[in-house]
Each structure stands twice: as structure tokens, then as C-alpha cells.
């Protein structure tokens, strides 16, 4: 239900409470205020907003002030029992069970209504704790895509934050250190303990008894990830996390500790000057930004993508795809045409063969990008892809813009253009018409089975349980499952 529709339900129920303690019918208060009672009676019942004429006559006809009638709390306790049961019965969780809407009336006992809302909890409840399906993953991941792809991917109050923590470390320059990051734990209470025998489902664990975040060994290859993994536990802190009530609020507390996390290891002032510079001399780059702050490519590249749009004037897109073409994570506020599915969800679609991200699997040289023009049904885009390799095979990181801001990238130059036609399926997904005639009828491949078209995914509410595997699980997995 939304703000505006709960809201009126409580004023509804204000207004009734007041006629009550009146005396008054709905007809008596309805002729006082020049309205049906009909009228009132969809008013009281949330059905209708009233103008705000109308509520200054009713609070002068109840004999109330105007604030008091539109405070936002119920007026007693079974009113407020009354509008959370009314919200109950209009989530979509209690719609798709197919049952009626139960109608509360004067007459009906306060016990019933404890009853059939206590019902309602539980049914919330058991939602909440039930496994998480693929479709859930994928929705709340198209939600929370859509509402940054709004604010630009940029978190404002995020970044103040992570520039007062690194300051207070006193860091000044260059990439933060491991010693740096101790501190800003020290600073909130916690030690950094390296530890060989974390369970195989945590990337990290925080003893928020003893003051501890315990994290993997200090001699793993890549500084940068435990850097990043403390820096998220202090992230859960400072942003007051609670246990989430949802997968939706899972993921975005997930998306607020890399965001802080990110914005820590490049703080917004350093980074911004960094590639003001860069833009200014027409040469960004995502290989400099990366090694002049000591982090991953991925990191630098969706770090681009946070300050790009509110600070150096231009849309950007960011792929991450994994060796057979399929979308692990996207971004774009340049209308570059993603893949999707008929949900609008992403991850796991299949991106066009023509584009970089894929065509850069080909390239003979993977030590620096790989840069490309793609001729796309919604324009020209100049991209920089970066292959990389995991114990789960080869991807690739690409950022790219629209043709007319390529000038500010070193990479612009490049003779190598595609044409691009996806969606249309004659443009990579066909079969060449002469191989199909061919073969038709001819061959019989062997399609392999993935293990997770028939494993359930984790269960739980997730702090604690397998954060890493169950966001990478259901971004890579999720369109097949």
C-alpha cells in the first residue's frame, strides 16, 4: 500500500472516531459539512481524498483543530488494529492467496480482529523466512537498479560519510592503506582479527560483543579485497543496519556497504580531482583510476559510474559479463538498449555478440583494454573492456559512453567498429540461414545440466549467512534457474 493510501485510511479513521465521540451519523456530520453521507462514508473509509476545504469544515464541524484531525496516528488501539489489518489484506502477499477481503465492522469483536491479524503476521512472517526464488532476486534487483539509474548511482549522504571516516584516519593521499583502515575500526571500537577458520558461507564475521570483525587471512593474494571486506563491516555499522525484513532491503544494504566501502578506497575528493584532470587532458581512463588507488578493475570502473554524472557531466554504462555473454551486472543512464527479460530484469541475459564486452573475448592481447565503436538502434557508443579470469571462468568489465563524450577517453581513437541490430534476433542469435539448411535434422548437441536448475538457493535472511554466494549466486544464475 502506498504512503498516500495508508495516510488516508488513518484520517479516515480519525474522522470517524471524532463523529463517534459526537453522537453524530454520517448524514447529521455529511449535512453539517454540505457533503452525502455516502461522500463521508468513502472518505472515512480511505476510498477518497478529501479537499482541503473539506477538512477545514470537518474540523470546524467535529470541533477539533485541522492538526489534530490530520495527525498520522490511529486514534485508539483498535483503530490502530483496524488499519494495520486493512493494510494486511491489501498486500499482494495475502492477494495472491485468492481469499476474501474481510470487511471490519462497529459490531465485530476486538478479539476477532487480533485474531485475523495475528494470522496475517504470521503469514508475513513465514514469507519473510521462506526460501528466496530467483524471481524474487531478479525483481528486487530491477527495483534497485532503477531507483540508482535515478539518482545517478551517486549516494550523497554515503560519500560525506566515507570523506569524515577516511579523514579522522588520517589518510591524505594515494590508496588507503591496511593500516588506515585499522584504524578507522579502532576508531569505531572494532580490531581487525586475520583468521584462518571462518565458516565456508561468511566473508567476513563481526563480534559486535567483543569488538571483533574477523576476516580471512592477511596473506591472501589481492589487498584490496580485505580491505574492502573490513571496510563493509564497519559499513553495517555505520549506517545503523538492522537485520533485514526482506530480500529487497537485503540487497540494498548490500549496495550501501560496497558503496561506502568503494567510496572509502577512493574518496570522492581525491577521486573527482583525479579524473577532472584526466577528462581536462582527454585522457580518462579506467586502467589509471584503478592503479593510482590500488583496487580491482571492477572497482574502479562502477566507481566511475558513481561519480561520473554528478561531477564530471556526463552518462556512462558499466557490463559486467561473464566468457559465454551472459550479464552478471549492469548499469547505464545512457540508454544504451540492455538485454531484458519480459520482467525487465537483466542478469543473466545475453548480450549482443558485437558488442565490446564480448568481442573483447576474441582480442590476442588481454594486458590493456580493449576499445571499440558499436553502431546500436539507439546510437553510437565507445567503449574500454577488461577480460579477466575466476576459478568460474573468463569475464570482462566494460565502461562506455555515448559517441559524442568518447573525446575525454584515451582509447577514442580506435578503427575498431561493430554494428549492432539487437534486439532483432537476425543480428547475432540466427543462425546464418545457410549453416541452418545445412544442419538442420544433421546434429544433436548435448546440452550440459547446470547443478543449480535443481538445487534450492539459501534460506534465511542473510546477514550472516553466506552474503557473497547468495548475491553472486542469484546475479549470475537467477534467468536460468
Known sequence: MSPQASDLITLGHRIRHFRSERGLTLDQLGERVSLAGSQLSLI?????????????????ALSVDLAELLRREAPNNRAALEIELDRAQKNPLYGALGLPVVKVTKGMPLAAVESLLGLHRELSRRA???????????????????RMREQG??????????E????ASGHISGALTHREVSVMADQLGFNLIYVNDLPNSTRSVTDLANGRIYLPPASIPGGHGLRSMALQAMGHRLLGHERPGSYAEFLWQRLEINYFAAACLMPREASVAFL???????????????????????????????????????????????????????YENDDLPFPVDVTGSIEGQY????????????????????????????????????????DAGEFSISVGVPFAQA???????????????????????????????????????????????LSPL????????????????????????
Open 407 to 453: 573525446k575525454w577517453f584515451r582509447g577514442r581513437e580506435t578503427t575498431q567498429r561493430t554494428v549492432s541490430r539487437c534486439p532483432d534476433e537476425s543480428c547475432c542469435r540466427r543462425p546464418d540461414a545457410d549453416a541452418a539448411a545445412r544442419w538442420a535434422g544433421r546434429a544433436w548437441p548435448s546440452a550440459r545440466l547446470h547443478a543449480h536448475v
Open 153 to 162: 548511482n551517486y549516494m550523497p549522504e554515503i560519500e560525506e560519510l566515507a
Open 44 to 60: 472515512e473509509n480511505g476510498r477518497r481524498e478529501p479537499k482541503l476545504s473539506t477538512l477545514q469544515d470537518l474540523a470546524t
Open 276 to 330: 577532472s584532470n584526466a577528462k581536462a587532458e582527454r585522457e580518462l581512463s579506467v586502467e589509471d583510476f584503478r592503479d593510482t588507488f590500488g583496487v580491482t578493475h571492477e572497482a574502479a570502473a562502477l566507481r566511475l559510474t558513481n561519480l561520473a554524472t554528478s561531477h564530471l557531466d556526463m552518462t556512462l554504462h558499466f557490463l559486467r559479463v561473464n566468457g559465454d555473454g551472459a550479464l552478471q551486472k549492469g
Open 164 to 167: 569524515e571516516r577516511v579523514r
Open 351 to 390: 548480450v549482443c555478440k558485437q558488442w565490446s564486452a564480448r568481442s573483447a573475448f576474441t582480442h590476442t592481447n588481454r594486458t590493456t583494454e580493449f576499445y571499440q565503436y558499436t553502431d546500436t538502434p539507439a546510437g553510437t557508443y565507445w567503449s574500454a573492456t577488461q577480460t579477466g579470469s575466476t
Open 458 to 481: 539459501p534460506s534465511g535472511t542473510f546477514p550472516g549467512v553466506d552474503d557473497s554466494e547468495v548475491y553472486t549466486f542469484l546475479e549470475t544464475h537467477a534467468a536460468e534457474s
Open 128 to 146: 519473510s523466512e521462506a526460501i528466496a526464488t530467483p524471481e524474487e532476486a531478479r525483481r528486487a534487483n530491477t527495483e534497485l537498479r532503477e
